[in-house]
């Protein structure tokens, strides 16, 4: 049937009519002060979560009410005043909150307490046209307010279970504060202990990234972001951001595709499929193109290939940082360069809100493109249940008695000891007995309440850390006499006490060494001495980059003064990067590896010096025999000079060994693991096939434990050079004194593939090894082929 012309036009015009009708009528009734919610259909809670359909309508009317400049208002994020973590920003309380009045601010971070959210959101909710509540974001890095390890130190425990229940209790906390959203998991894989920032993910390795980062989202947002104890997570920093050069914070990335690809996208592409709310790009360029304005990563891959329907919000200020880069002309092009990239949310650059509008006038960034951004936004705000009530994480009762409770903190302990790692320990010097005669602590660290808190604290009250001396004094014995000594300052004020630190540079003491001999008197008259050692709390954490890995201050010279005296310590280092251990390692029977444990740190640690928690940490970097080994990583290529033969044309170093002192994946016990029987189900399989391997694992000690059993590979020939091992599975069992368990992995093509020189993942035939072990170390090997 052919339709008269007349009746085509007469259609089309009684359809645009009737549109403009029913948008007049949506945008009356906002104006009317109707909530959208109700407006909008309503449907039971959980099916928002489950229901794609439902939720897109809803987002889609919310989106046809919108006016350009409340669209563009999602896309902005401003910081409160109170609390920086970026340079200033350029506007002040007022200019924000005119804006928050007219609807065209997204999101606020750095707002914390149910009484300062309740009131922002209010401004949002009595003012603004169409009354769209914010999100509220927090760097909940490792804890709120019950401080958890900080995640390097966590992800040495290996113990994925424990992680995802930490992230779950500082979900808990935040959600009942009144915050929706934390900037975590970062899962950047980082290599170089120069970068302050290495305190913050899990490590060196990719595939411990991922498996680490996903229990970190499962934590945080759990199996529903409606429920009012989950906060949407966010992958960070999207992509490269451990890779700059020189371990220097903020520095420029040189990487090709295979290692962007096979060694820093593989987290994010986890953190995708597992649903992550959420990613955060980051500061550096890579290959001359600054992150923030990567279209290939944003656009094409994440959002495109991946098919993630998430938000990207920028960086600190990183929109208007391109720029700087010399990638942008002003900030105008830069915003319109962010947009088109794919980044949806503006962190404190007042680039969307001052330009995109012109921009969209002038045809250089699509309304298509603004809509979609502003459509992920609303939807988190969906999934969260902000539309159905704004103010449903404001809840004076439950952040009085959810926050810092007993509860958390026992889990906290649990996590804190986890995370310990036995380095060395000769002679069985540990464990200790409760009943031992007396105990020297000492150490700038030893009473230290403040730098266990780590950095990227959250609301972590000042002090408020179990000092090691406090939990040595709650572990022994009445009878055992425990004499304290600092010996020296680690550092010189620069902040009053108490004042965040977050952005100021530490001093070190150089020159006051008053309080040496008091430390020598002390450790001459006990049977060993605790030593407490490592990193202040801000030597790592953003912007924190150090050349020197060694210990700052006077620390070497007080540990040569002790061990004049007495030989026997125990080194407790506390710090937030690997550091150089060379010359410690030789003076001092014991290191007990213990990061900055957060709130319950002495006592965690007491329950590792004294027996009751026997020590199952493994290392997630490797330690380097000197910092100009950095960046150095376990799984390294062969190179075409591998061999360490006698004369210096080899890969390697002339005053070092090219290996770590301590090795990736690394961690002693009390008692001691030993691998036999290492068996392969096949010897070779398709490239879609699969075998398993197995191995027993026997406690040869006297002490009950628990081991990471370590599954490495390599594919020996491949058509881009393949790392000479990698990591492809762990589990960490439990092991009485005496026992015997079989431990088998699978391995499949997602254990093979690999990102080849087609572009695409695929695996390669030909030969694969196979190890089995208790670190990178592993020599027990067996091999398979995979065959065409
Ligand atoms: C950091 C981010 C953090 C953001 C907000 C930036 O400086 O790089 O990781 O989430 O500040 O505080």
Redesign the pocket.
Known sequence: MRLSPSFFYKFVIIFFVGIIVILGANKLKAQDNTTLRQILPRTSTNSIHFNNNILNQKVDSVLALMRINEKIGQLVQY?GKWNM??PSSSKGDQYKLEKLKKGEVGSM??ITSVTSIRETQRIVMENSRLKIPLIF?Y?VIHGYKTIFPIPLGESASWDLKIIEQSAAVAAKESAASGLNWT??P?IDVSRDARWG?VM?GAGEDTFLNSEIGVARIKGFQGKNLYDNSTIAA?A??FAG?GFGEAGRDYNTVNIGENELHNVILPPFKAAAKAGVATF?N??NDIDGIPATGHKELQRNLLKGKWNWNGFIVS???SIGELEAHGYAVDKKNAAEIALNAGSDMD?ESYAYEAFLETLLDEKKVSITQIDDAVKRVLRLKFELGLFDDPYKYCNEERERTEVYSEENLAIARDVAKKSIVLLKNENNILPLSKSIGSIAVIGPLADDKNSPLGNWRAKAEYNSAISLLEGVKASVDKNTKIYFEKGIELTIPTVEPGQNQFLYPLKFNTTNRSGIKKAVEAAKKADVVLLAIGEDAYQTG?GRSQTDIGFKGLQMELLEAVKAVNPNIVIVLMNGRPMDLSRPSQMVPSILECWHLGSQSGYAIADVLFGDYNPSGKLPVSFPHNVGQEPLYYNQKNTGRPYNVKHVTFSGYRDAPKTALYPFGFGLSYTTFEYSDLNSSQTEIKANGSLTVSVNVTNTGEHDGEEVVQLYIRDVVGSLTRPVKELKGFQKIKLSAGETKTVTFSIDSETLQFYTVNKIWEVEPGTFNVWIGGSSEAQMMTSFSVVE
């Open positions: 910081s973590t970026g971070l750095n974001a760097d900037f975590a970062m920032r913050e966010c960070k920093h951001y955060m980051s500061f960086d600190w200020g962190m953003e």
